[in-house]
C-alpha cells in the first residue's frame, strides 16, 4: 500500500469514525434518551455530522483521490482497493456538488418539516404540513439540480438511495406488475373469507413474545456478541462498526406479527450489516450497497424465509409450547395463512406481501410528478385517495390514514420509496438463486437450519460490502439484472395456493 | 456580546458537543455494547477526543481569548464572562502545556497498563502489573513537568483533579485528621459487637430493591424527564449536556447497601450534573467544580442524608412494606445502625464513613512517595500492608484486596484519591451551613422532604458550574475554606452515639 492510499485510509477512518459515533448517539436518542435530552442532542449530532462532511469533502481527500487513483491502474475492478477509489469518488463527487449552506438549509427545513408533520398527522390535518411539503419539494428539486441528472428529474433523488438506478429502469420493472398485483389482489379478495387471522390478535404476554423473537434470531444468525435487540418506537437497524450492530423492535400484546416479523426483517438488515469483510471497516465500502439491496435482506428473511410454510413447520411447534391456550386450536398450516392474509388495507407498513408494492408504485409515481411539477402539493390529497381507489378498491377515511402516514416527505426524503420493492423482488430473485445453487435449502428451513443459506449470502452478497451497485450484484449472483418475473411467480404461486385459486 | 465572544463561544460549543458525544459513547460502552463492539468503539472514541483536543488548543481559540480578554475588564469576576475567560484560560494553558504526542503515549500506556491490571487483580500477582506502574509513574512524572509546579511536584498532578489545591494544603487538613480517624477507629472496635448489621445480608429480590431505589431518588428530586439510571459492573454518573445526566448502579441480592447507597450517591452527582445554570452549557463552565466538589454532592446525599436517622425514620417503614419479611425484627433505629456500622476492612469502596479516608491518606501518601522518588514501585505492596496494619490494624491477605484494588492508577490517573475525602469533609462542612440557613432541615429530611436542601445546593453551589475553585465555593458559602473540624466533630458525635461512647 503506497503512503498516499495509507494516507486516504486514514482520512476516511475519522470520517467513518464521525459517522458512527453519530449513529450511537441516534440509536442512544431513540431507545433510552430521556425527553429533555434531545435539544444538547440535535446540536451534538449536527456538529458530528458537520464535521463528518467537512473532513470528507476536503481538497486533501480529493488530491489523494487522484494521486492514489492515476497509480492504481493495475488493480481490477473487483479489488479493494480499485472499489474503494471507485465508490469513494462517486460519494466524493455527490457531496462536493451540494453547497453546505444548501445542505444546512435543507437540514432545518426538514428539522421544521418533521414537527409540522407530526402534528398534522395527529390531526390528520393535511394544510398544516402543507406549506413545509411546498418547500421541501422546491429544495429536493433543487438538490436533484446540484446533483446532476442525464435523462429525468427523480434520477438524481432516486440515486442517493439507490446508487446507478434510473427512473425509466425502475417504471420498466413496476409496469407490468402493477396489472400482475392489481388482477392478483382482486382476484383473491374474492376469496377473502378463505383465511381467518383472528389468532393474532389474541393475547400474548409481551415479555415471553420478546423471548421467543430472540431464540429465533439467534438461531437464524443474529450474533448477539456482536450486536443487541432493544425497544423502539420505531424498528430499525443500525450499526457503529463491524463488531457492533443493533436493531429495535416493538411489542403489541394483541398483535403477534408486530414483533415478530419487525424483529425478523431487522435481523436481516443486521445480517447484512455484520456480514461484510472486515477489512473493509472504517472505509465507504463498509455497509450495505445500497437501500434496495438492504431491503432485499430484511424481506428474504422476513417474507420469504419467515413467512414460509417451512419456517412455521420448524417454529409454530416451539411457538405453542409458550402460548399454549392461545394456540391450542391451530396448527402449522393454519398459523401458516392467518401470517399470509391478503387485505387491501390503508397503511403501507401493515400491508401484505401482495399489496405492498401497490403501496409504492402509488408513492413513486406521486413523487415523480411532484418533482416534474405535473402535481401540486395541495393536490396530493385528492391524487393519492384516486390512485389508492385505483389500485387497491378503497380510499382512507382520512389523510392520517392517507398521504399523511409516513415520515418520509417530512423530512425531506423523495426518492426513498421504490427501494422498499425492488428489495421484495430482489429478495425472491435471490431466494430462486440460492435455491439452484442449495439443492436441500428448503428442507434445512424445515429443519430449523439457516447456516447454508445465510453462508451463501454472506460470500455472494454480504461480504462485498458497498462495492457493487444492486445491479452488478444482480448479474454476478443471478446472472440477470433486477426483474420482477420471479416475484409476480412467487407472489402468484404462494397466495394462490394459501387462496385456493 | 461582541463578536469574538460569539466567535469564542462558538468554537467551544463544538468542543463540548465532542466531548458530550464521547461520553455518550463510553456511557454506551459501559452499559449496553456487545463486547465485540470494544474495539471499533475504542477507536471512535480516539478520534472524537483527539478531535476535541485539536479543537480546542487551536492558535484561534488562542487569539480569541486574548482579543476577549483585553476587552473584557469591566466584568465582575463572578460574572459569566469573566468566569468563562478565566477558566478557559486556565484549562487552555494547561492543555497547550502537554504535548500531543505525549499525551497519545500516555493514553496507549494507560490502556496496556489497565489490561495489565485487570490481568494482575484477578491473579492477586502484583508483579504483572509492576511494569506497567513503573512506566505509568514516569510519565506521570513527566506529565508535572510538562504541567508544571511550583512547591511539589504532586501539586501539578493534584491540580488536575482539584484546581488551585496544593500538596501541602491537604497535608495540613489531613494530617490533624488522621490522628483523630485513628484514635476514634480504635474506640469503635473496642464496642464492635455494638452493632450487628446481618440483617443487610439477607436475600432481597433485585427489581423490587431496583424500584425502591428509584422511588429514593425520585423523591431526593432526580428528574427522569433529564436523566436516566441503568445498570454497570462499576456504577458511575456522566451526562451530555444540561437535559440529560445518566447514573448507573449494580444490585447486590445479598446486599442491600450496595444498590441502595451506590444509587443515592450517584444521584447526589447527578443532581450537581443537572444543576448548573441553563446559560452554562456548551462551554467550558458546564459541570461541576472539580473532582472534591462532585463528591462533597455525593457524600453529602449518599452519608450526611442517606445514613442519618432522620432519613430513615421515613424510608424504613416504606422499605418494610416491600421486604416484610427480612425486615420483620427491624425498625428503623435498629435499621439505622446496621447501616452504620464500623469495621477496618480492605477494600476503600466497601469502607464505611470513619474507616473511608485512612484509606484514602494511605494511597495519598504513596502517590506523594513515588512521584518524589521515594519508594520504588516494587516496594508498594509491603508500603501498602504496612500503612493498613498503622491506620486500620490489618494487612491484607493479598495485594488483590491491597495495593491492587483499584483501577486509578492502571489507567494513569495519580492525584485523584485525595479528592474522596476533600468531598466528604466538605460535604459535611456544607451541611452545617445548609443547617443554620435552613432552620427546620432535619425536619424535613425526617419527612422525607428534600426541595429546600436542594434549592440551597442548587443556589450555592449547583448554579456556578465550574466557575470557582473549591476554595472559592467554600469561603462564598460557609465563610471559611476547607476544614476538617466539622467532618471530625460530626464522626465523633454520629458514631460515639451509635456505638454508646
Redesign the interface.
Known amino acids: 500500500m503506497t503512503e498516499e492510499l495509507k494516507e486516504l485510509k486514514r482520512r476516511l477512518?475519522?470520517v467513518s469514525?464521525?459517522h458512527?459515533?453519530?449513529a450511537?448517539?441516534s440509536w442512544?436518542q431513540q431507545t433510552?434518551?430521556?425527553?429533555?435530552?434531545?435539544?444538547?442532542?440535535s446540536?451534538?449530532m449536527?456538529?458530528?455530522g458537520r464535521?463528518a462532511h467537512e473532513h470528507f469533502i476536503s481538497d486533501d481527500i480529493g488530491k489523494l483521490l487522484d494521486q492514489v487513483g492515476s497509480e492504481n491502474g493495475a488493480h481490477g475492478y473487483d479489488s479493494d482497493e480499485a472499489s474503494l477509489l471507485r465508490v469513494t469518488r462517486r460519494d466524493y463527487d455527490k457531496a462536493r456538488r451540494v453547497p453546505s449552506a444548501f445542505v444546512e438549509e435543507l437540514t432545518r427545513t426538514a428539522s421544521i418539516g418533521l414537527e409540522a408533520w407530526t402534528q398534522a398527522r395527529m390531526e390528520s390535518n393535511f394544510k398544516l404540513f402543507q406549506p413545509h411539503l411546498e418547500k421541501i419539494v422546491e429544495l429536493e428539486i433543487q438538490l436533484a439540480n446540484y446533483l446532476g441528472y442525464q435523462d429525468r428529474i427523480y434520477d438524481a433523488l432516486l440515486d442517493e438511495y439507490e446508487p446507478g438506478m434510473t427512473t425509466r429502469q425502475v417504471e420498466q420493472i413496476f409496469q407490468p406488475l402493477k396489472g400482475e398485483l392489481t388482477a392478483l389482489v382482486n382476484t383473491l379478495q374474492k376469496k377473502s373469507d378463505a383465511v381467518n387471522d383472528a389468532v393474532l390478535h389474541d393475547e400474548y404476554d409481551e415479555q415471553q413474545q420478546w423471548d421467543f423473537g430472540i431464540a429465533v434470531i439467534k438461531q437464524i444468525g443474529f450474533?448477539?456478541?456482536?450486536?443487541?435487540q432493544?425497544k423502539s418506537a420505531h424498528p430499525f437497524t443500525t450499526g457503529?462498526?463491524?463488531?457492533?450492530t443493533r436493531i429495535t423492535t416493538r411489542v403489541d400484546k394483541h398483535f403477534l406479527p408486530m414483533m415478530l416479523f419487525g424483529t425478523i426483517h431487522e435481523t436481516g438488515h443486521a445480517l447484512y450489516d455484520m456480514g461484510y469483510r472486515p477489512e473493509l471497516?472504517?472505509t465507504p465500502l463498509a455497509g450495505g450497497a445500497s437501500l434496495g439491496v438492504h431491503e432485499s435482506q430484511s424481506r428474504l428473511w422476513e417474507n420469504v424465509v419467515g413467512r414460509s410454510r417451512g419456517f412455521w413447520k420448524y417454529w409454530f411447534p416451539r411457538l405453542r409450547e409458550v402460548f399454549p391456550s392461545q394456540l391450542a386450536d391451530q396448527d402449522a398450516e393454519s398459523f401458516y395463512r392467518a401470517i399470509n392474509k391478503v387485505a387491501p388495507s390503508f397503511i403501507r407498513v401493515e400491508a401484505d406481501e401482495v399489496t405492498y408494492s401497490l403501496h409504492i408504485m402509488l408513492r413513486f409515481e406521486i413523487e415523480n410528478m411532484l418533482v416534474e411539477r405535473k402535481v401540486k402539493v395541495v393536490d396530493v390529497p385528492e391524487l393519492w385517495n384516486a390512485k389508492m381507489k385505483e389500485y387497491l378498491g378503497i380510499v382512507p377515511p382520512d389523510d392520517a390514514q392517507g398521504c399523511l402516514q409516513d415520515i418520509h416527505w417530512s423530512y425531506g426524503s423523495i426518492g426513498y420509496f421504490a427501494t422498499y420493492s425492488l428489495g421484495s423482488m430482489f429478495a425472491v430473485q435471490l431466494f430462486e438463486q440460492a435455491q439452484r445453487e442449495i439443492p436441500t435449502l428448503l428442507q434445512q428451513i424445515e429443519n430449523g437450519e439457516y447456516a447454508e443459506l445465510l453462508g451463501w449470502l454472506r460470500k455472494n452478497l454480504h461480504a462485498h460490502g458497498r462495492k457493487f451497485t444492486l445491479d452488478e450484484l444482480a448479474k454476478r449472483i443471478t446472472g440477470e439484472s433486477l426483474q420482477s418475473r420471479s416475484y409476480v411467480a412467487y407472489l402468484k404461486k404462494k397466495f394462490g395456493e394459501i387462496y385456493g385459486i
Open positions: 477512518g475519522v469514525d464521525l458512527n459515533a453519530e450511537v448517539l442512544d433510552y434518551m430521556p425527553p429533555k435530552g434531545a435539544v444538547p442532542r446540536m451534538q449536527a456538529t458530528l464535521l450474533d448477539f456478541q456482536s450486536g443487541r432493544d457503529f462498526g463491524i463488531g457492533d471497516d472504517r
